[in-house]
């Protein structure tokens, strides 16, 4: 801990320093899995570098509780836990993500049906305020202050340290798939599995269709008693692929290691990474592509390439969206024939909450994370007009969800106009916090989130004109992973490093005649 409390001193007169100068500033983290462009938004601020801030702590098996820093990534915290056969309540999918961003971002996965969002399994937290003070936040010390850091985005203060409530881990996850042939099932059965006291860890399902879904349950375990299936290795199937090729009318039940289970969609970033055949003609969508391009194929890498990008708000509509149960399926009949983008992620979160971040002011019982991520309509990506149909797509989704009593991710783009954020967010409670904690040197939620374009969608929700050819051009069909044709998988024997994901760094470049060319360092 002295290593750790000297690089809080460090921090805490940088920033009163700032503070005393009425400098404002930004946190530099090392890394980032928002969607959101950050570059332009970061000019003429000081940076305040907090990277180094990327250690585990402890482990403590009698308290069932883990101290780490902020940029620990969820792949290191699990693998510190279990060492001490223990593991967080809830684990976010993708390996990149940090404890901290967790926590200031919204966070949940299938184990939230059960715990709620990330944050409701952090007992306490350390911050530096925007004028140099360390304190500490819990439910019982400064409730206000830890209740509001939660979702907030770093907009209070520097969170410099976490304890987390963890559990005990077994080796293996057994893992049921049960298809549906219709949306309404499956939610009625989220609903159900919801509301009643589950024998089972993690649920989640993917909606294929309308006319295909899969409810995914998860129960720990520590015997292997039936067919062992593995998500992690070049030559594994992507979990989405391996789900949605499953035959069988009845429920089927494999065998996942845990750790390949907790970040079964980090290959492919869900399902993302299958467009890139799309932009990329000469690159066919297969088996050995997905080994040959494993390592650009794994969502650090991906984040890079979206971000070097610069561009994926014009091709893709990338969205969390939390909505009460209740209005889930209205959500998704809007959905579907307005924009028409399948597969959809399904994750219940219990929603228990003192986050205002994250709460609801109807206090719905249950909430749903419709994670919607796809490839825009064609009228979209042929567009040059401004404001653009990307953006409009996404003014409208935003209205829509907002009628619906939901709230978008904000990690997310976010295109609300400043009144019509704070018509979701209870602007005065935020504001008379940072008056409080005396946040001035930061920017706020809005200023941090909003991408200030676009027009105000006013009055019943309008759906731009959209020209769509069939249901596969906007996504329906990407269930069947390789164009139609039958999947081969590859089994390579010897990769150094395999069994545990270590991999080399890749590269490669698209010849003008077609050819891969690819560079390993």
Not at 129 to 140: F, R, V, Y
Not at 176 to 204: C, G, H, K, R, W
Not at 441 to 468: A, D, I, M, Q, Y
Request: proline share 6%; charged share 25%.
């Amino acid at each position: 801990m002295e290593a750790h409390e000297r690089v809080v001193e460090y921090l805490s007169a940088q920033i009163a320093k700032l503070y005393e100068q009425k400098k404002p500033f930004r946190i530099y983290h090392g890394s980032t899995n928002s969607t959101r462009q950050l570059l332009k938004k970061n000019k003429g601020k000081e940076m305040v570098d907090i990277s180094s801030l990327k250690n585990v702590l402890d482990v403590n098996t009698e308290t069932r509780t883990a101290i780490v820093e902020p940029n620990v990534p969820m792949d290191a915290l699990v693998t510190a836990t279990l060492k001490c056969d223990l593991v967080p309540l809830v684990v976010p999918e993708f390996p990149g993500i940090t404890v901290g961003g967790a926590f200031s971002g919204t966070a949940a996965e299938s184990s939230s049906f059960k715990h709620g969002f990330f944050d409701n399994s952090v007992y306490n937290i350390e911050i530096i305020l925007a004028d140099g003070t360390i304190e500490k936040a819990s439910p019982l010390q400064n409730p206000d202050l830890f209740y509001g850091a939660a979702g907030s985005f770093g907009t209070l203060g520097v969170i410099t340290l976490l304890k987390i409530k963890l559990r005990p881990a077994k080796k293996y996850v057994k893992l049921t798939y049960t298809p549906f042939t219709d949306i309404p099932s499956v939610i009625s059965a989220l609903n159900t599995l919801m509301s009643a006291e589950s024998q089972y860890d993690y649920i989640d399902a993917i909606v294929f269709s309308p006319m295909r879904s899969i409810l995914v349950l998860g129960r720990l375990t520590s015997k292997a008693s039936h067919p062992l299936v593995k998500f992690h290795r070049a030559s594994d199937p992507w979990f989405y692929i391996h789900a949605s090729r499953t035959k069988s009318k009845t429920p089927t039940t494999f065998i996942v290691p845990l750790t390949s289970y907790l970040f079964r969609y980090d290959r492919g970033a869900f399902w993302m990474g299958s467009y890139s055949q799309k932009f990329s003609p000469c690159l066919p969508f297969n088996a050995f592509t997905r080994f040959l391009l494993n390592p650009l194929m794994r969502t650090r890498n991906l984040y890079k390439a979206l971000h070097a990008s610069g561009r994926s708000a014009e091709k893709f509509l990338i969205q969390d969206l939390t909505l009460p149960s209740e209005s889930a399926q209205a959500f998704i009949d809007w959905l579907d024939p307005n924009l028409g983008i399948y597969p959809l992620w399904l994750c219940p979160i219990a929603s228990d909450t003192h986050a205002p971040m994250h709460a609801f002011p109807t206090n719905p019982p249950f909430l749903l994370n419709v994670g919607v991520w796809g490839l825009l309509p064609r009228s979209t990506l042929m567009s040059t007009h401004a404001p653009s149909p990307a953006v409009k797509h996404n003014r409208v989704l935003e209205a829509k969800v907002k009628q619906l009593g939901g709230k978008k991710w904000l990690y997310a783009k976010t295109y609300y106009d400043e009144s019509e954020f704070w018509d979701i967010y209870d602007r005065g409670g935020y504001e008379a916090l940072r008056r409080k904690w005396r946040a001035g040197g930061l920017e706020n939620v809005w200023e941090k989130v909003g991408e200030k374009v676009g027009e105000k969608v006013e009055g019943p929700v309008e759906e731009p004109e959209v020209s769509r050819t069939s249901g596969e051009e906007e996504g329906r069909g990407r269930d069947e992973g390789d164009n139609g044709k039958e999947e081969v998988e590859v089994e390579v024997l010897g990769t150094s490093g395999e069994e545990e994901g270590e991999e080399g760094d890749v590269g490669f470049t698209i010849e003008a005649n077609g050819q891969i060319r690819l560079s390993w360092r």
